[in-house]
């Protein structure tokens, strides 16, 4: 009699240059293309069973799925965070052990307020990520010939444009991308004379860093950025750092097994996979508006997870750094996977609001540093009409009433951006509104200081 449900495994090639754990299913439902094959056979990777995914490295995921959840207890027993970040964090941690897997993977940046603890955290991070390492006082020797075996961490991290962090914005344009490596000339003694010779070093590798004063825009699109609050939890922030003996940190890097991990990794075709779907939407025969059906010429395994990352409506940079969780968190449920998902949309639609919000402000600036002659010229220079400059604004950029791009463009936005921009020498009611008076010179080299960043971003 067959049983209902008889696996055995067996290894068998899966991919050139790689194996995994196939298995014998006496009773196989379905496989991918819905044929029915109630027959004693290996299943290849070309053929196999609808649950076959579920059922293979049962025991490797179950064991990376403790030890995510080994991660978050430990962090919430050392640091208080917003809840959706433990989560988040874990994944990033279990990537650091097999970040090789994927083309990207983001720097994880805090924007930490004073005493929220951020060295901790950091400290935290990289006792738990793979051989973890301060890299503040690194020399270059040490840091570019070491960078692709380890996670770094950068505290303190402020005004990586500057002259004397050369060598730190060297390295974070280059490590977060498989591939990219940083050239260094060295001087080879031999028989025949002196001769300079290219030394290649790759150093791709997760990256840490926290500050206070944010992060500057040359390194954000690389970032995964998240907020630090001051805790007020006496029974968190009162804890000693007693991190080389506590014994759950010992238990994680103990249990934890690379190789368990990337077999897992490397069975999610985690990026033809995903390229594949995209191309294949072209041959969708039946999606509805709200893309919840789909219908497409090859359905398999993999399909379903495709299509939540495609509902999320995340794209370009945005999707580069956070596909790698995405994958990891795949790997540990459904039930993490969308918890991830909803996680980055938020902090995604977050951060275009910031940078929609950044570039109004920039553009407002760069209006009032090039107008002082012009308000010169109006009877009451000193003080200024919020209404006037309001009008003058709007043939700056282009106002067309009947576009709902400019729905934002009123008088009270004038008078929150002065003030958002510490514009604002005093200020005065009239009958209708209020007046000005505006500190130009301010103006002038505040958006001379954007200049100069942007020209930093473009070297």
């Known amino acids: 009699?067959?049983?209902?449900?008889?696996?055995?495994?067996?290894?068998?090639?899966?991919?050139?240059?790689?194996?995994?754990?196939?298995?014998?299913?006496?009773?196989?439902?379905?496989?991918?293309n819905g044929i029915c094959s109630e027959i004693n056979e290996k299943i290849s990777?070309?053929?196999?069973?609808?649950?076959?995914?579920?059922?293979?490295?049962?025991?490797?995921?179950?064991?990376?799925?403790?030890?995510?959840?080994?991660?978050?207890?430990?962090?919430k027993k050392y640091c208080d965070l917003k809840e959706e970040y433990y989560s988040l964090i874990a994944l990033w941690i279990i990537g650091t052990y097999t970040h090789k897997e994927f083309i990207t993977y983001p720097y994880l940046f805090f924007n930490a307020m004073k005493g929220s603890g951020k060295s901790r955290l950091l400290k935290l991070i990289l006792k738990l990520s793979n051989n973890g390492i301060m890299a503040n006082n690194l020399s270059e020797a040490v840091l570019f010939r070491t960078a692709g075996q380890r996670t770094l961490g950068i505290d303190e991290f402020e005004h990586v444009g500057t002259k004397e962090k050369g060598l730190l914005r060297e390295l974070l344009n280059s490590a977060y991308k498989k591939g990219t490596c940083v050239e260094r000339a060295k001087k080879v003694y031999g028989d025949k004379g002196d001769?300079?010779?290219?030394?290649?070093?790759?150093?791709?590798?997760?990256?840490?860093?926290?500050?206070?004063?944010?992060?500057?825009?040359?390194?954000?699109?690389?970032?995964?950025?998240?907020?630090?609050?001051?805790?007020?939890?006496?029974?968190?922030?009162?804890?000693?750092?007693?991190?080389?003996?506590?014994?759950?940190?010992?238990?994680?890097?103990?249990?934890?097994?690379?190789?368990?991990?990337?077999?897992?990794?490397?069975?999610?075709?985690?990026?033809d996979g995903w390229n594949n779907y995209v191309l294949s939407l072209d041959r969708i025969d039946t999606i509805d508006t709200t893309h919840t059906t789909h219908t497409i010429d090859t359905i398999d395994i993999h399909t379903s997870f495709y299509i939540k990352i495609d509902k999320s409506g995340i794209d370009s940079r945005s999707l580069e750094l956070f596909f790698p969780l995405f994958v990891i968190s795949r790997s540990l449920g459904d039930d993490i996977l969308d918890k991830t998902i909803e996680t980055a949309k938020f902090i995604v639609n977050e951060k275009k609001d910031e940078d929609f919000m950044e570039n109004r402000d920039v553009t407002f600036l760069n209006f009032i540093a090039n107008s002082e002659n012009y308000f010169q010229s109006i009877a009451d220079y000193e003080f200024i009409k919020e209404k006037d400059i309001l009008e003058k604004y709007k043939e700056w950029v282009e106002y067309d009433d009947k576009n709902e791009e400019f729905k934002w463009l009123k008088s009270h936005w004038i008078g929150r951006a002065l003030k958002r921009l510490n514009l604002i020498v005093e200020k005065k009611r009239i009958a209708k509104g209020?007046?000005?008076?505006i500190n130009f010179v301010k103006a002038k080299k505040q958006s001379e200081l954007f200049k100069k960043e942007n020209e930093t971003e473009h070297i």
């Open 434 to 437: 209020r007046m000005v008076r």
């Open 195 to 271: 001769e300079w010779v290219i030394e290649r070093y790759d150093v791709y590798c997760p990256i840490l860093m926290a500050n206070i004063s944010g992060m500057e825009e040359v390194l954000s699109d690389r970032c995964i950025s998240l907020i630090l609050e001051k805790s007020d939890k006496k029974q968190i922030t009162r804890l000693l750092e007693l991190f080389d003996t506590d014994l759950d940190i010992l238990a994680i890097k103990r249990t934890f097994s690379v190789d368990s991990v990337s077999k897992i990794l490397k069975n999610m075709e985690i990026g």
């Open 1 to 32: 009699m067959i049983d209902d449900i008889n696996i055995a495994t067996e290894k068998a090639l899966f991919s050139e240059g790689s194996t995994v754990d196939l298995m014998i299913c006496k009773n196989c439902k379905f496989n991918k």
């Open 45 to 75: 990777s070309e053929d196999y069973c609808a649950n076959w995914e579920e059922k293979i490295f049962d025991e490797e995921k179950d064991q990376l799925r403790n030890i995510y959840e080994l991660i978050i207890k430990v962090l």
